[in-house]
């Protein structure tokens, strides 16, 4: 795509009219409208990072919020500084989660940040037993077929979210009976649930019934969820296989990840190969797969990442290459496939800090009302010149054409001129504008 200078460069010469400024506009909103999808929001953890203390601040912030007479904005602050802390430093407070829920009601005001903070505030150390009762709060109050279905999507995604960074907080039947909902009459509500069904088969397929689990992958019968409070402690890095022994080998074929490899088979350097991606994916899900590591039965899988692991120190292109691969064998590599690692989530790490744009995500916009329509129709005439009217004179002082003079006339003034032109033979409109050329080349 073209920059803006460049646009502005090749609009500069030519012919200026209406179509090819309008040309340049669009080129100007969709680079604009690029521009900002690629900006990352700036968010810096630093100052939260190196507070002294951490549990026993948040509980005095706590004790204030439950005293806080303030009014419901400056309550949302304090929830949201609760929150990125609890997240951050894994920290226990218990008490902040039924706070919470005492605001999580659809016709709540500014529900979607509270649904924001509650997902902001899970993690891994927080007892099933708290995490449940949120998840459960947010599936009774908002999925549920008097909701509208804007309402159940938000719950959903909002459910997916907590999920991701607290894997305890659903239960068997919870994860089964919103898994229905992949059918739903809407697009926005099966969306939300076809992504909540795939972080699970990420995660645990097992709480699956067995036709929600889709096709096996690879690696996915190895998945398992840990028990609260277990520590899976590992000698080597998992996924390291599909790295050379050698650093060098690395640099030479991980330099363009969307070109095949032109080395020959019989090398042994691997290939890139594809794998499926939605339209909407910004970046597609691209595995590193050497067809002799794949030959290799998972004990000399696990010798082979355990040598690789303790020879040298991986950079951040090999740790690219370990969770691209890793997110191929557990998303599959059949054609079929319709979901991606982006509409799951599972593109992210469950740490990241979480986005509005996450719990309100919407797959279809909803369907406009008329004064909707007649409000967008009335700002895109604001820059739009005036329709059917003549285009002013570059000079008002300048005089107008006999042809613009004969339009103000009345027609019985210039009747027999008319007449005159619509009776004319064949002949006579070849000497007529033959005579016109030929006074035309005199007047040059």
Not at 13 to 38: C, S, Y
Not at 288 to 299: G, M
Request: hydrophobic share 35%.
């Amino acid at each position: 795509m073209k920059t803006a200078k460049e646009l502005a460069t090749a609009h500069r010469v030519g012919k200026k009219t209406n179509k090819r400024q309008k040309r340049m506009d669009r080129g100007l909103r969709q680079i604009k409208k690029n521009a900002k999808k690629q900006k990352k929001d700036p968010f810096d953890f630093s100052a939260l990072h190196m507070i002294y203390d951490s549990q026993g601040f948040t509980e005095k912030l706590y004790k204030k919020l439950e005293k806080c007479s303030e009014q419901f904005e400056t309550k949302l602050l304090y929830m949201d500084l609760l929150s990125r802390l609890i997240g951050i430093h894994k920290l226990l407070v218990l008490n902040f989660y039924p706070y919470v829920q005492r605001f999580l009601q659809p016709h709540q005001r500014e529900v979607t940040k509270i649904l924001l903070y509650a997902a902001q505030s899970a993690h891994e150390m927080v007892p099933p037993d708290a995490s449940q009762a949120l998840v459960k709060t947010i599936a009774d109050n908002f999925i549920a077929e008097r909701n509208s279905t804007e309402v159940i999507a938000v719950g959903m995604n909002s459910i997916r979210e907590i999920c991701a960074r607290c894997p305890f907080a659903m239960t068997s039947d919870l994860i089964q009976d919103l898994a229905q909902y992949r059918k739903y009459r809407n697009k926005n509500v099966m969306s939300a649930a076809k992504s909540l069904v795939q972080l699970y088969r990420h995660i645990d397929p097992n709480m699956l019934r067995r036709r929600d689990r889709g096709r096996p992958a690879v690696g996915a019968e190895d998945l398992k969820l840990a028990e609260f409070g277990e520590v899976r402690a590992a000698n080597y890095i998992e996924g390291a296989e599909v790295l050379p022994s050698d650093e060098d080998d690395v640099e030479d074929d991980a330099d363009g990840w969307e070109s095949a490899s032109n080395a020959s088979d019989d090398s042994g350097d691997g290939e890139w190969v594809d794998v499926p991606k939605s339209d909407d994916e910004a970046e597609g899900t691209t595995g590193y797969i050497n067809p002799e590591v794949e030959a290799l039965s998972p004990e000399a899988k696990k010798e082979k990442a355990a040598a690789v692991s303790s020879a040298r120190f991986f950079s951040q292109k090999e740790f690219d290459i370990i969770r691209k691969k890793k997110i191929a064998d557990i998303m599959g590599t059949n054609k079929g496939s319709k979901r991606s690692a982006v509409e799951a989530g599972l593109d992210k790490e469950p740490g990241q800090f979480v986005s509005l744009s996450d719990i309100e995500r919407l797959s279809k916009r909803p369907k406009e009302t008329r004064a909707d329509k007649i409000a967008g129709s009335r700002v895109a005439r604001e820059d739009r010149g005036a329709f059917g009217k003549p285009k002013p004179k570059m000079n008002p002082h300048a005089s107008t054409t006999n042809k613009q003079k004969a339009r103000g006339k009345n027609f019985m003034m210039i009747r027999q001129k008319v007449r005159g032109k619509q009776k004319r033979s064949f002949r006579d409109k070849q000497i007529s504008f033959r005579n016109a050329l030929v006074k035309q080349l005199k007047s040059k």
